[in-house]
């Protein structure tokens, strides 16, 4: 059980591009989701949070015009890097979470992004 | 600021030896605790967790952590690691008060266990 779905799990693109990474949970409902940003040899962090239906509330430094988060449902949320450039180039980690804030985050396996 | 601090990058284990992974956290107020293990390829898994009560919490696979307030430490414990366990580590922590129960994350350890 708790099973978080992410896609694409690559994606080699110009700069420029606008790329969508979905995130969704198969097999529960997730009312708060999660976006993570990995750089090699370093540990997650957070870029922001959402809640169904809701605005994302952004981390510190994490521009929102820039990574647009949509939760439009409670099992999808998508992120959106818009107009991508090669410092975009990351790994992007999606959770999910059902209920209370401190149940376990449950993860998704990963978007390599590579801008080029 | 607040912060989750792994002390170790890199360990390197026989089989059967025994295994513990530090975990600091920088925070005086309530916190919830987890660790997740990341296999080679796969996504991040809940090996354990803490909430409240008895400050030894024991996991999947034979793992176990505890909770020392005082120390403000939450450190996993493998008495006899098999090869299996090669993998990366996180420690996170949800600090209390925080908006959504956001987890903050560690730098994580990796976890070599030699045949």
């Known amino acids: 059980g708790a099973v978080v779905s992410q896609h694409p799990s690559r994606v080699i693109c110009k700069s420029g591009t606008s790329v969508k990474i979905e995130c969704r949970s198969l097999d529960f409902q997730a009312t708060t989701m999660f976006w993570y940003r990995q750089f090699p040899k370093q540990s997650l962090m957070l870029m922001a949070t959402?809640?169904?239906?809701?605005?994302?509330?952004?981390e510190q430094g994490v521009e929102k015009d820039k990574f647009l988060i949509n939760h439009a449902s409670l099992t999808l949320s998508t992120l959106t890097v818009t107009s991508a450039h090669p410092e975009d180039s990351s790994f992007y980690i999606c959770?999910?979470?059902?209920?209370?804030?401190?149940?376990?985050?449950?993860f998704g396996d990963g978007t390599r992004l590579s801008i080029l | 600021a607040q912060s989750v601090s792994q002390h170790n990058h890199h360990v390197i284990l026989s089989e059967a030896a025994s295994l513990e992974l530090g975990c600091n956290y920088s925070?005086?107020?309530?916190?919830?605790l987890f660790w997740y293990v990341q296999y080679p390829g796969q996504h991040l898994q809940l090996l354990l967790k803490y909430f409240s009560g008895d400050p030894l919490v024991k996991g999947i696979k034979g793992f176990e952590a505890e909770f020392i307030k005082s120390k403000f430490s939450f450190n996993l414990r493998k008495p006899s690691v098999q090869w299996s366990d090669t993998a990366e580590y996180f420690c996170?922590?949800?600090?209390?008060?925080?908006?959504?129960?956001?987890?903050?994350f560690g730098q994580g350890t990796i976890l070599t266990v030699h045949p």
């Open positions: 959402s809640n169904e239906g809701s605005k994302a509330t952004y």
């Open positions: 925070y005086g107020g309530t916190v919830n």
């Open positions: 959770s999910a979470r059902a209920g209370a804030s401190n149940q376990p985050q449950h």
């Open positions: 996170a922590v949800i600090m209390g008060g925080t908006s959504y129960g956001k987890l903050t």
